[in-house]
């Protein structure tokens, strides 16, 4: 290393490296994951587009092979000067004008997702009065760490609005990591994402977004909820914050079908699922100690939990970068928690009550399963809510069991043999039981 | 599960009965509120409901609702109600609490026979996170040293009982002798108060954030060691009317709620009735006088001076 210069030698280098960058930003998100963040900037593009959040005639198709991955939207495209100034920063600054009710908040998303993906990505996008097209080589780029900067390979500004190019996105990238290839090629993996896609995008999906996975459509997952005249879910709203920084958060608790996939609560922040079927006690499961609520069983398969938190500006919500869950420590969370424990504890006790039912009493007397099967699925959205779980308060016969204790001994084997033979018995366990008997009935009883 | 009320009148124990009376007053304070018929009383009234008897006498609250855990024996309950407007409500109070209607302001006095324990705490929870304010809650529970050997200590015996994360950094197996238990128990219901508000406060605004003012912090043995520990829930902006219901002035009120906070202590001396009448007589004591009678103990006098006002009248009836 050549020598410093003199007004060099205090200075300590505090400089981060690229390497560091991309490492440590793509451990701590799972490959699917990274691919549902990538839906999530094209959403925000929607959701500049359609402030009413109706997305018919938008689309966000993937192709993700062995040899290459591809993201196409037209959802209005990225801006010239926003792909410029923000949109490729590391970290969002507070200058940049955010997207009402977004779901990219924390300026990583799409970075982080390419570089998680391979080492050669491309960009192409079309915005109403600019295009922009940007072609990066990870390997070459990170050689440099003093320049951080990336360079379109063409571009064009201030055009007319009305030039009949489509709107929107293409996002490809090739030479992919061999891992993240082989993960592309294995059927179980692409399951395992057209599932999350559909989960985390429902909403906007059931909004008219048409989202495919190579080149299969993608269905929403409806959110549904039992309802009938006496099974009604439980239901909260709270809110926080002031203008563009107020939260609103809309709480759902009732059972649905018994599917153990389905259990728990599943939260959403402005439209995007960060927590699904989660039954931890990050969503009030196993609450003082089990006491308040129980640790999940089976037994609660019905229990269907909704949080839908929403906030024009996204940073007040309360969710984790990589959007995979919630900020257990932030205050307002907390006090959504108490609300969701609130609204789940009748609930529980009504589905501890259908589990007694079952045990004691016969078919024809099972009056809580008998509402369960005349209410009817309807969707979050529109089903008939009250304040706090509603369900028939019918109290099941608890089934007789007083507690019982084995007592195991050992005798000589030729006293226990003339024992059998005067009690009359065949087994040994009889001998016990029998001289127990014998034993109470003359001393115990009064 | 046999209650204590089958082996114990209530009516009967002395120091309860005082602790009743004390109690009461500090609710009649709410007034400052506004009416207290609009307050709701929720407890467990066994067999005899002698809170619910006083609470409907003294203050007129109406709405009155008893949870019973005792299923079989409900037409027992349902026929010692002394008032037809006490609502039973049978099952444990773990699942009993949270099929009540919150929104009521409520005054709670939760009278458990057992010891603090994890579903003792989940009540304390439960209400702390939806008590509407202004509501008065006060748990009672068995406060004894739990049995003591070399092999089997007590901080085991309380870890087991209310969970790991709930006992206080740093108690000691000696902690937990004599009213150490009482200490310690108090300690742990009261973080388990300011947790639970910590986390309901989130989204409040500033002025309605619930705020928790210990007002009881009572200890006594008819029996067994007891403890009780209670105060108010309120709102931020709610501090004047608390202020105006000048709970200190009670003498047995203890609002410091620190982890080291003195308790008042319910010691009953022993008198006969003729001394009680004699005792009443010169009470309240003008200043400087000094209460007498023959060779009854200076500390007995004491103790009647200050409970003489709530103290109990027992006597045999014929009726």
């Known amino acids: ?446 | 599960m046999a209650g204590s009320y089958e082996s114990i009148n209530y009516a009967l124990r002395p120091a309860k009965a005082i602790e009743r009376k004390m109690l009461c007053e500090c609710f009649r304070r709410l007034t400052e509120f506004g009416a207290l018929e609009s307050f709701r009383y929720v407890g467990f009234g066994s067999t005899y409901f002698s809170d619910f008897a006083l609470v409907h006498r003294a203050l007129g609250i109406q709405q009155m609702v008893s949870i019973e855990k005792d299923i079989e024996n409900r037409q027992r309950f349902q026929f010692n109600r002394p008032y037809r407007c006490i609502e039973m409500k049978y099952g444990h109070s773990n699942t009993v609490l949270s099929t009540l209607n919150w929104n009521i302001p409520t005054i709670g006095w939760f009278d458990y026979d057992d010891r603090l324990d994890a579903g003792i705490l989940a009540d304390v929870q439960y209400v702390t996170m939806s008590a509407s304010p202004v509501s008065l809650f006060a748990f009672t529970v068995n406060a004894h040293p739990y049995d003591y050997s070399e092999t089997n200590p007590r901080l085991p015996q309380l870890t087991e009982l209310v969970g790991e994360g709930k006992v206080p950094n740093g108690t000691a197996e000696k902690d937990l002798s004599g009213w150490g238990t009482a200490a310690v128990s108090r300690r742990i219901m009261t973080n388990e108060i300011r947790e639970t508000l910590n986390a309901r406060n989130g989204a409040l605004p500033t002025a309605n954030q619930i705020l928790y003012k210990q007002l009881f912090y009572f200890r006594y043995a008819d029996g067994a060691k007891m403890l009780t520990v209670g105060g108010l829930l309120y709102e931020r902006r709610q501090a004047n009317l608390v202020a105006k219901c000048d709970f200190e002035s009670l003498s047995f009120v203890q609002t410091n709620s620190r982890a080291n906070c003195a308790p008042y202590s319910i010691e009953v001396p022993s008198l006969t009735y003729r001394e009680i009448r004699h005792l009443d007589g010169q009470l309240p004591r003008i200043r400087r006088s000094r209460l007498r009678s023959p060779r009854v103990p200076r500390k007995d006098l004491q103790r009647y001076e200050a409970l003489y006002r709530h103290f109990p009248h027992f006597g045999e009836l014929v009726i």
């Open chain 1, 1 to 446: 290393m050549p020598d410093k210069r003199d007004d060099e030698k205090g200075i300590v280098n505090a400089w981060p490296t690229k390497e560091f960058f991309i490492s440590m930003l793509t451990k701590d998100i799972e490959l699917t994951r990274s691919i549902v963040d990538l839906v999530d900037n094209a959403l925000d593009g929607a959701r500049r587009l359609r402030k009413n959040h109706d997305y018919d005639g938008l689309f966000v198709k993937i192709e993700a092979n062995p040899h290459h991955f591809k993201i196409t939207d037209n959802c209005g495209g990225i801006d010239i000067d926003l792909a410029r100034d923000y949109a490729f920063r590391f970290g969002r600054t507070s200058q940049m004008k955010p997207t009402a009710h977004s779901v990219g908040q924390f300026g990583v998303g799409m970075k982080r997702s390419l570089f998680k993906i391979g080492k050669k990505f491309s960009i192409r996008s079309d915005a109403p009065t600019s295009w922009f097209l940007l072609n990066v080589d990870v390997d070459r780029w990170k050689k440099d760490d003093e320049r951080w900067e990336f360079e379109f390979d063409d571009y064009a500004e201030d055009l007319p609005e009305d030039d009949d190019r489509s709107l929107g996105t293409t996002l490809s990238v090739t030479s992919l990591h061999a891992s993240v290839s082989e993960a592309f090629g294995d059927e179980n993996f692409q399951n395992k994402l057209a599932k999350e896609i559909r989960e985390a995008h429902t909403q906007s999906i059931e909004g008219g977004l048409k989202v495919s996975l190579g080149g299969v459509p993608l269905e929403a997952r409806p959110l549904l909820l039992l309802e009938s005249k006496d099974l009604k879910p439980g239901f909260h709203e709270m809110s926080w914050g002031k203008g563009k920084s107020e939260v609103i958060v809309k709480l759902y608790a009732g059972v649905g079908d018994s599917k153990p996939g389905e259990a728990g609560w599943n939260i959403f922040c402005n439209g995007r699922l960060v927590l699904g079927s989660d039954r931890t006690s990050v969503t009030g499961w196993s609450e003082g100690s089990g006491r308040l609520v129980p640790q999940f069983h089976p037994q609660y398969n019905r229990f269907r939990g909704f949080a839908f938190l929403d906030s024009e500006d996204t940073t007040a919500l309360p969710w984790n970068t990589t959007k995979t869950g919630v900020d257990t420590d932030s205050p307002h969370y907390k006090s959504v928690r108490i609300e969701m424990i609130k609204l789940m504890r009748p609930v529980i006790d009504f589905l501890n009550r259908l589990a007694t039912e079952r045990k004691t009493e016969d078919e024809d007397d099972r009056v809580l399963e008998a509402t369960i099967q005349k209410a009817k699925v309807a969707d979050v959205e529109s089903v008939s809510v009250a304040k706090a779980f509603k369900a028939p308060l019918i109290v099941p016969t608890k089934p007789p069991s007083p507690e019982m204790v084995r007592i195991s001994y050992l005798r000589l084997h030729k006293q226990v043999l003339k024992a059998k033979k005067k009690l009359g018995v065949s087994t040994s366990r009889e001998v016990g039981e029998k001289t127990f008997d014998y034993f109470y009935k003359t001393e115990c009883e009064e």
